[in-house]
């Protein structure tokens, strides 16, 4: 066997060239996506960096909605909305469910009369091994459509140094520059902190696809519905949430209704801001059983980021672009809460467990 004939020197050259270009495309990538080469450009750090400012920076807890309780159960299908979604999840059956209620607040301390909007995420666990997870908010639409909208509004409700609260210049300037607010702010003006995460409804406020067995799409939201009712006001206990679930679960499991919304040709799928019209065809999909609860520091709820773009087959994100800002910034904030879990005083370093999906 002969040996190949050295190359020659312009070969070797252009060998060399072409591995520093390819290097050169990989850290101008990683460039771009660190936003190192772009700084003013909107990401998933600056936009969990900019939680942290305005809630401060608690170890070991979530960036946003830091205060919160695990919950477990099942849904229970009623096979309504096969025809519209090919997920294992809407066969007729149960689904075990690992859920988490939250307030949205930056600080788990906070009292729970601190944000009149109460939060729940849910994880439903399929039996062939998908998994769909949600996180749903107690209000029927969202503030702003766009990311760089929610970033700005963070900024413009950022603690003055010298009150220790938002500007309200500054947030009066962000309304005044953004009408699209109109509806949260037409909702906001009424409600009120609940007495109980069980009365509450969680809407998806994202748009997302259903896909039938043939292929075809269905733009939908949902809400879960609770069959428990009562709008009284939390009293003075600051953790007045967590003792009412865990007596209310100790009488028995708590329920709600998952009611699915059909999308009309021309409603919105991109813009969280707006409502469908009331008039839009809705299906009752199943139940939702709660049975029991755990503090979140220990439950199972704890170590599961609840990224809205987990989906099993048969389920898709729609053109919101809400949706993969959200994905992002709450990887962020997993890997920093997780990372931080593992040094805190009493805590061993294998009690964090890998997130899989």
Same mark, same amino acid.
């Given at each position: 066997?002969? %040996? *190949?004939? *050295?190359?020659?020197?312009?070969?070797?050259? /252009? +060998?060399?060239?072409l591995i520093a270009f390819v290097l050169l495309v990989i850290v101008l990538a990683f460039g771009y996506v660190g936003s190192w080469l772009a700084p003013q450009r909107l990401t998933a750090q600056r936009m969990v960096n900019q939680l942290q400012a305005n809630?401060?920076?608690?170890?070991?807890? +979530?960036?946003?909605?830091?205060?919160?309780?695990?919950? %477990?159960?099942y849904f229970d299908s009623n096979g309504q909305a096969q025809t519209y979604s090919v997920a294992q999840v809407f066969s007729p059956g149960r689904t075990p469910v690992v859920g988490r209620f939250?307030?949205?607040v930056g600080n788990p301390y906070a009292p729970d009369s601190s944000?009149?909007?109460?939060?729940?995420?849910?994880?439903?666990? $399929?039996?062939?091994? $998908?998994?769909?997870? !949600?996180?749903?908010?107690s209000m029927p639409v969202f503030p702003v459509a766009t990311? @760089?909208?929610?970033?700005?509004? /963070? $900024?413009? $409700? @950022? *603690? #003055?140094?010298? !009150?220790?609260?938002?500007n309200p210049a500054k947030v009066g300037a962000f309304f005044a520059a953004h009408p699209e607010t109109a509806a949260f702010l037409a909702w906001v003006k009424t409600a009120k902190p609940s007495a109980s995460y069980v009365t509450n409804s969680y809407w998806s406020l994202n748009a997302f696809e259903f896909i039938d067995a043939n292929g075809e799409k269905h733009a939908v939201r949902w809400r879960m519905v609770p069959e428990a009712s009562g709008d009284a006001v939390g009293g003075s206990d600051a953790n007045? /949430?967590?003792?009412?679930?865990?007596?209310? /679960?100790a009488q028995g499991p708590q329920r709600w209704h998952l009611m699915v919304t059909l999308a009309n040709p021309g409603d919105p799928t991109d813009d969280a801001s707006k409502e469908w019209p009331s008039d839009r065809r809705e299906i009752d999909a199943g139940t939702l059983v709660l049975t029991s609860t755990q503090p979140q520091e220990s439950g199972e709820c704890? #170590?599961?980021n609840y990224d809205p773009t987990v989906l099993p087959h048969g389920i898709e994100i729609s053109d919101d672009p809400l949706l993969p800002a959200r994905s992002a910034a709450y990887a962020t904030s997993y890997l920093r809460r997780t990372s931080e879990e593992a040094h805190l005083p009493g805590t061993a370093a294998a009690t964090t467990k890998p997130e899989t999906k």
């Amino acid at each position: 066997m002969h %040996a *190949p004939p *050295p190359l020659s020197r312009r070969s070797v050259f /252009l +060998r060399f060239a072409l591995i520093a270009f390819v290097l050169l495309v990989i850290v101008l990538a990683f460039g771009y996506v660190g936003s190192w080469l772009a700084p003013q450009r909107l990401t998933a750090q600056r936009m969990v960096n900019q939680l942290q400012a305005n809630a401060g920076v608690f170890p070991g807890y +979530r960036r946003n909605h830091a205060k919160g309780v695990c919950v %477990a159960g099942y849904f229970d299908s009623n096979g309504q909305a096969q025809t519209y979604s090919v997920a294992q999840v809407f066969s007729p059956g149960r689904t075990p469910v690992v859920g988490r209620f939250a307030v949205p607040v930056g600080n788990p301390y906070a009292p729970d009369s601190s944000a009149p909007i109460r939060s729940l995420a849910l994880r439903f666990a $399929q039996a062939n091994g $998908q998994q769909w997870r !949600t996180g749903m908010n107690s209000m029927p639409v969202f503030p702003v459509a766009t990311p @760089q909208a929610f970033y700005e509004l /963070l $900024q413009a $409700q @950022q *603690p #003055d140094p010298s !009150t220790g609260k938002p500007n309200p210049a500054k947030v009066g300037a962000f309304f005044a520059a953004h009408p699209e607010t109109a509806a949260f702010l037409a909702w906001v003006k009424t409600a009120k902190p609940s007495a109980s995460y069980v009365t509450n409804s969680y809407w998806s406020l994202n748009a997302f696809e259903f896909i039938d067995a043939n292929g075809e799409k269905h733009a939908v939201r949902w809400r879960m519905v609770p069959e428990a009712s009562g709008d009284a006001v939390g009293g003075s206990d600051a953790n007045y /949430l967590d003792a009412d679930l865990a007596q209310r /679960l100790a009488q028995g499991p708590q329920r709600w209704h998952l009611m699915v919304t059909l999308a009309n040709p021309g409603d919105p799928t991109d813009d969280a801001s707006k409502e469908w019209p009331s008039d839009r065809r809705e299906i009752d999909a199943g139940t939702l059983v709660l049975t029991s609860t755990q503090p979140q520091e220990s439950g199972e709820c704890r #170590d599961i980021n609840y990224d809205p773009t987990v989906l099993p087959h048969g389920i898709e994100i729609s053109d919101d672009p809400l949706l993969p800002a959200r994905s992002a910034a709450y990887a962020t904030s997993y890997l920093r809460r997780t990372s931080e879990e593992a040094h805190l005083p009493g805590t061993a370093a294998a009690t964090t467990k890998p997130e899989t999906k």
